[in-house]
């Protein structure tokens, strides 16, 4: 069945660092994929997502490239603020099977 | 545009006792997915509703967990029962009248259930 896996956290990080998480998936068809951010005591929201292989989502400085032949979908942001610190959950939607599937979540701290 | 409205925000019950969650989705939309998130894991689809209608309930346990989204009123996930297991962040989902593959799902704030 379709699946996601992330890189375990906690990730700590200094203010102004390089963050990537990673995130690999199995899947039939072509899955859409997303990464959602879940702020403290907050539902999840929506960061970026990307619907076909090689497509990039971005927004607020995190980007994300689908790649089909690593089934990768790495998130990056180039310098990271303590704002930044939440949960990150990578999922993929695949049409028909009206589930989205989300990997277990990185929790992502970031130090002043 | 009132977003996905969760209630209560905070339930506690005792062992055997029922726990209600209420959602109700943004308007004008039509789909209703619940998800649990357990203590130091991801999120867990339990079911997914559309008006009336039971479209997907695979991740929802057999027994004591059922799950509504009547034509008028907001969608209930029912827990009879509660044992400490099932202490854990409820979340609901919604999703506009014509999902598509690129459709992004509007989470609410979760119910936090404590089984005592």
């Known amino acids: 069945g379709n699946s996601v896996t992330q890189m375990e956290g906690p990730v700590t990080l200094s203010e102004e660092a390089f963050l990537t998480i990673n995130c690999t998936y199995t899947?039939?068809?072509?899955?859409?994929l997303f990464w959602y951010v879940q702020y403290p005591g907050e539902g999840l929201q929506l960061l970026l997502k990307?619907?076909?292989?090689?497509d990039k989502g971005s927004n607020k400085g995190f980007e994300a490239t689908y790649r089909k032949e690593t089934t990768s979908f790495h998130l990056e942001k180039g310098s990271v603020q303590v704002s930044d610190s939440a949960v990150y959950f990578c999922?993929?939607?695949?049409?028909?099977?009206?589930?989205?599937?989300f990997g277990t979540g990185t929790r992502l701290k970031v130090l002043a | 545009n009132a977003g996905v409205m969760q209630n209560p925000r905070h339930l506690v019950r005792r062992r055997g006792q029922e726990a209600r969650l209420r959602c109700s989705p943004m308007k004008g939309h039509s789909h209703v997915y619940w998800y649990r998130q357990l203590p130091e894991e991801g999120l867990k689809f339990m079911v997914y509703l559309q008006k009336e209608n039971i479209i997907d309930e695979s991740g929802m346990p057999k027994e004591r967990f059922s799950a509504e989204f009547p034509k008028e009123g907001p969608s209930i996930l029912r827990i009879q029962q509660v044992v400490r297991g099932d202490s854990a962040a409820y979340f609901c989902?919604?999703?506009?009248?014509?999902?598509?593959?690129?459709?992004?799902?509007?989470f609410g704030s979760g119910t936090q259930l404590s089984v005592l």
């Open positions: 999922a993929l939607y695949t049409s028909g099977t009206y589930k989205y599937i």
């Open positions: 899947a039939t068809g072509y899955p859409s």
């Open positions: 990307a619907t076909k292989a090689d």
């Open positions: 989902a919604s999703s506009p009248l014509q999902a598509r593959t690129d459709e992004k799902l509007f």
